[in-house]
């Protein structure tokens, strides 16, 4: 296997946690910047507002400083009986992909949704992703509320130039078979795929189900656990799966989400050592 390097960057979200007070962007940049990353995924939840001017301040940082602005990560949820909330997430999504365009960002994360029951992430992981259906509605239901949502946004997406990047983030994709099940349904050159390393908890074999996606997949999250994660820890063989993405022909950027309870400013270095370890192990 040619030896090629490893196209690492950090999402912002392993600076911030959804904790009420931000840290801004360009703090983020900063660090990525003297660690020596080639780029940032930024949080649509951690940025300071969506007005253009900040947009084109933070697009312009980037490029001050040398990174790429690879993916913006937002969030939205197409599994409503309701289409009017469904047309709101819709709408969301289009929002995104013109703040996208403007910055000059390739691609943006997209979530499927799921069949929320209230409550907390905590209780998301109690039910295993939140993916049995409501009383009187079936899981074909909610496959058809996402595949068209996505449907719908895939026209603005190609006009902008902008991908749309499915992750297995809970919900109606939190097993390999029903993302792709969503990736072929939908079948355009317009949806690839996001793998979260840490995201396939509730597979049997979370490898298998990473071999699935893998010829989907654009954009790698290599979740990182120091100091403990904040609801699970995972102990990950990053050379296996680096390997498994390399044989199924991915190049793509791998964006660290540092999720344990360690400073960022001690683990993100952590690892970042780590990932090139492995990605030098899964070339041999």
């Not at 905590?122 to 009187?136: M, N, Q, S, Y």
């Not at 130039?161 to 390999?176: D, K, R, S």
């Not at 990473?210 to 063989?237: E, N, R």
Request: aromatic letters at 10%; one cysteine or more; proline letters at 4%.
């Amino acid at each position: 296997m040619p030896s090629t390097p490893l196209r690492l960057g950090t999402s912002t979200y392993s600076y911030w946690h959804f904790l009420p007070e931000k840290v801004p962007i360009e703090t983020v940049m900063d660090a990525a910047h003297a660690l020596g990353l080639q780029g940032v995924e930024i949080l649509h939840r951690q940025m300071e507002s969506d007005d253009n001017g900040y947009l084109q301040k933070l697009k312009r940082y980037a490029f001050q400083l040398g990174l790429d602005i690879y993916n913006l990560s937002i969030h939205q949820d197409f599994v409503h009986d309701d289409p009017a909330v469904r047309k709101q997430h819709i709408d969301h999504t289009l929002a995104c992909i013109d703040m996208a365009h403007e910055m000059g960002i390739p691609s943006i994360r997209i979530n499927s949704g799921g069949f929320r029951k209230g409550g907390s992430f905590d209780d998301l992981i109690k039910a295993k992703g939140w993916v049995e259906p409501w009383p009187g509605l079936t899981r074909d239901d909610g496959f058809k509320w996402v595949t068209d949502a996505i449907e719908e946004c895939l026209p603005h997406a190609e006009k902008r130039g902008v991908m749309l990047l499915l992750e297995n983030h809970w919900g109606l994709t939190t097993t390999a078979d029903d993302m792709l099940r969503i990736l072929q349904d939908v079948n355009s050159p317009w949806l690839k795929a996001i793998l979260d390393m840490g995201n396939f908890l509730f597979e049997d074999d979370m490898y298998a189900g990473m071999q699935k996606v893998a010829p989907h997949i654009w954009l790698a999250h290599a979740k990182t656990y120091f100091g403990g994660g904040s609801w699970y820890t995972l102990d990950l063989d990053y050379a296996r799966i680096f390997r498994i993405l390399r044989n199924a022909g991915w190049s793509g950027y791998c964006s660290i989400e540092m999720e344990g309870a360690e400073d960022a400013s001690t683990a993100v270095p952590k690892s970042i050592e780590m990932l090139r370890r492995a990605w030098a192990e899964s070339g041999d």
